[in-house]
């Protein structure tokens, strides 16, 4: 198959995949352009901690795992709180995965998954871990940061590289399923160079399929704070070279820009290892057991 080849058959594998990215971003759109600073949010996140918390974390945007981070720098939720919403939260894999109809069945599964073990972990945390944690109430915080310096981050968009609010929704959600679309083109097309080039029993060996140590290099993958890494590792499962254990690890480990956030807003050190190491451990744990199943 020459280099021509690659390209019609890569452009013949995922060019369906824009309308139904395209729909998906502009119904995200609509969520993400609301207020999310809703302090019926906040206080439900005290209340019910990890179960709301991965409920929230599973709608598929950035702004959630940040906020959760910035309550959590700022003593307002607990650990286990934002470690679920962290664990549930999947990027850009579930639009991803929305536009490829056969993969239908592993996103449900997921989603599911996710969901469970989010808010598991985040009570365990909790309740088991750190039972004597102490967080302020919202009615009783007197503000001790730059609101006027993150509320201007905030308008220009910069905590969500991904996001476009300075255009229309139809022109944001446009851009976006554009730029993951390059993403796909582009892994799809390297990933069959690599099969043609190498050979797939190769390849396997390369990315260590149906080995137990791949969940664990999948996880530490996850950890990469950037959109990229999720769509590696959905594409990988798409092409039969990742396990689905191993792409649940991964996806448990990206936590989008919540730990950029932390370190930015100079969270504790030993909170930000606590929450990399609760994430790592989950991700690898769970990838293992499913490789196992």
């Known amino acids: 198959m020459n280099f021509i080849d690659i390209i019609l058959d890569t452009i013949h594998d995922t060019w369906a995949m824009l309308p139904l990215l395209y729909i998906t971003y502009c119904i995200l759109e609509v969520f993400e352009r609301k207020n999310t600073q809703d302090d019926k949010l906040f206080f439900g996140l005290q209340r019910l901690g990890p179960i709301l918390g991965a409920l929230v974390g599973l709608i598929p945007q950035c702004g959630f ?4 981070a910035m309550l ?3 003593n307002n939720i607990t650990l286990g709180t934002l470690v679920s919403v962290m664990i549930a939260t999947s990027d850009e894999a579930i639009p991803i995965l929305i536009s490829n109809p056969k993969m239908y069945s592993s996103l449900l599964g997921i989603l599911g998954l996710k969901l469970v073990i989010a808010i598991i972990v985040g009570l365990f945390t909790d309740h ?11 009615e009783d915080i007197e503000e001790d940061y730059d609101d006027k ?3 201007e981050e905030e308008s ?5 590289p991904c ?3 300075e255009y229309p929704l139809w022109i944001s959600a446009l851009l976006r399923s554009l730029k993951i679309y390059v993403f796909i083109f582009i892994t799809s097309f390297v990933l069959t160079l690599l099969i043609e080039c190498i050979g797939e029993k190769t390849l396997s060996m390369i990315l260590l399929q149906d080995n137990l140590f791949q969940p664990i290099i999948a996880a530490l993958f996850g950890f990469i704070p950037n959109c990229a890494a999720t769509v590696v590792l959905t594409q990988l499962y798409t092409a039969g070279e990742l396990s689905f254990g191993s792409l649940l690890a991964g996806l448990v480990t990206n936590a989008g820009l919540g730990l950029i956030v932390m370190i ?3 969270a504790k050190k030993k909170d930000i290892l606590r929450t990399m190491f609760i994430l790592f451990i989950t991700g690898v744990i ?5 490789m196992l199943l």
């Open 264 to 266: 930015r807003y100079k």
């Open 149 to 151: 310096e993150y509320e």
């Open 128 to 138: 088991v871990l750190f039972r004597n944690q102490k967080i302020l109430r919202f």
């Open 65 to 68: 795992s940040i906020l959760a």
């Open 156 to 160: 220009s968009g910069s905590s969500c």
């Open 72 to 74: 959590f720098v700022q």
């Open 163 to 165: 996001c476009y609010p």
């Open 286 to 290: 769970v990838g293992i057991g499913f």
